[in-house]
């Protein structure tokens, strides 16, 4: 029995004249993530993408997890193609349908010609196909046409017949690359994998920038880093992840400030650094995984502060989230058991007793007067390298 995804597409269909223009997107996505699978010809038709496979040995379940998990997908759906005759469409619905209804409490059959020749109307096909799928569960689940748990879905067009059920809900989002580009400043905690996967989902394609401070930061912290990077990779495709030093200049600050300050001060020459690197690499937004009043560095008052040097549109999409919040999403994406793991942070190396959680921008500017930032920021910026990370390994 020959075996077809559909997905439908959510927002996608709201974007009037540019809607073709995200359906090749979505199109060249799905492609590209279900190719591992087997070969599919895929193609869309009202508001549908169709993946069907193209010869005998196609994993149908990884094609389909790998569709429902697509950004841009808001439903997927299984069908089963048949000839187009009664007969053969009631045989198909009484095999294949009942193990898709099973724990559900209702059903209803909703049918479509595009076919008008097809000797029955669609309410005829529906009431006869809902009557065999009734007869051959027993009863159980019964009908229920105004608030069914599913409908089941026959769909009479040129060439052929398909019965589908259990339509089940996608990752929804926009797909990759409909948004814009945007650099995220990831380290290894919870909370900056979480917001680039949010951003993620709403289109943007990703690069990342990681700071560390070798060797206050280890081996195994960058590892750690790129393992989360991999994950989001699942979701977004290919990210590059830039990978900048600031050993020298933690060095100088310990050694020259008011360690009060220290953090903000860091904060500050990240801001800087990440726009560099977003002007160089066509970003044209910054993404952190702040949220608001977590930490020193997060008040309202911190965040003014680094957020003045910054040359372009910030977006901190955990900012009015809890903690907890932020775990569940983590945990869904499977970057939590990651996060977790206890090596340490650039931004964990020197930090102050009494970080500055009400600081003045004037203050911080004298404190940062003490030393001569532009060329330790270029010494920084020198130190960059980039690691491609995605389903070809890194490289
Ligand atoms: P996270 O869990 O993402 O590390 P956090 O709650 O520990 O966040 P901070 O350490 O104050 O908070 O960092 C706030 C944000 O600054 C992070 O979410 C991330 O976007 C960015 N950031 C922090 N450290 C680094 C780093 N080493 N490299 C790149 N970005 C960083
Ligand atoms: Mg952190």
Redo the contacts with the bound molecule.
């Keep these: 029995m020959k075996k077809i995804i559909l997905c439908k597409y959510g927002e996608i269909t709201l974007k009037g004249a540019n809607k073709s223009y995200f359906e090749t997107l979505l199109r060249t996505n799905v492609k590209r993530r279900v190719s591992q699978y087997g070969k599919f010809n895929i193609y869309s038709m009202q508001s549908t993408l169709y993946i069907e496979p193209m010869t005998e040995d196609c994993d149908i379940t990884g094609a389909y997890e790998a569709a429902k998990s697509t950004f841009g997908v808001s439903a997927v759906s299984l069908s089963y193609e048949t000839e187009k005759d009664m007969a053969q469409i009631i045989e198909t619905a009484r095999t294949e349908i009942p193990r898709h209804l099973r724990g559900l409490r209702s059903f209803k059959v909703e049918a479509k010609r595009s076919d008008k020749s097809f000797p029955l109307t669609s309410p005829e096909i529906s009431a006869e196909v809902g009557g065999e799928i009734l007869d051959a569960v027993g009863g159980k689940p019964g009908v229920n046409v105004r608030d069914p748990d599913t409908v089941v879905r026959v769909e009479i067009r040129d060439k052929k017949a398909y019965i589908s059920a259990g339509q089940q809900r996608a990752i929804g989002g926009m797909p990759t690359g409909s948004n814009g580009t945007g650099l ?12 680039g996967y949010m951003l993620a989902k709403r289109g943007v394609r990703l690069h ?6 070798y060797p206050y ?1 280890s081996e195994r912290a960058r590892e750690k ?1 790129l393992t989360l990077t991999e994950r989001l990779s699942d979701y977004c495709g290919e990210i590059q992840v830039h990978i ?1 030093s ?1 050993t020298h200049i933690q060095e100088v600050m310990r050694d020259a400030i008011d360690e009060d300050y220290f ?1 903000l001060l860091l ?1 500050r020459f ?1 801001m800087k650094l ?1 726009c560099r690197t977003a002007a160089e690499f066509g970003c044209d937004s910054l ?5 608001l009043g ?2 020193a ?2 008040t309202m008052k911190a965040l003014c502060v680094t957020n003045v040097l910054a040359d372009r549109p910030v977006f901190r999409p ?1 900012i009015g989230m809890d903690k907890e919040e932020i775990i569940a999403i983590a945990r869904s994406i499977d970057t939590f058991e990651t ?1 977790i793991l206890p090596y340490e ?4 190396v020197f930090t102050p007793r009494h970080p500055r959680t009400q600081p003045e921008l004037e203050k911080v500017v004298a404190e940062e007067a003490k030393i001569d930032f532009s060329a330790l920021e270029d010494e920084a910026y020198a130190s960059m390298f980039t690691v491609c990370v995605g389903k070809r390994g890194r490289h």
């Design positions: 995220l400043l990831l380290s290894g905690g919870i909370d900056s994998p979480v917001a990342a920038v990681n700071f560390e401070s930061t880093m900048i600031l953090t904060r990240m990440s993404i952190t995984g702040e949220s977590q930490v560095s997060q955990l996060s942070d650039c931004c964990t």
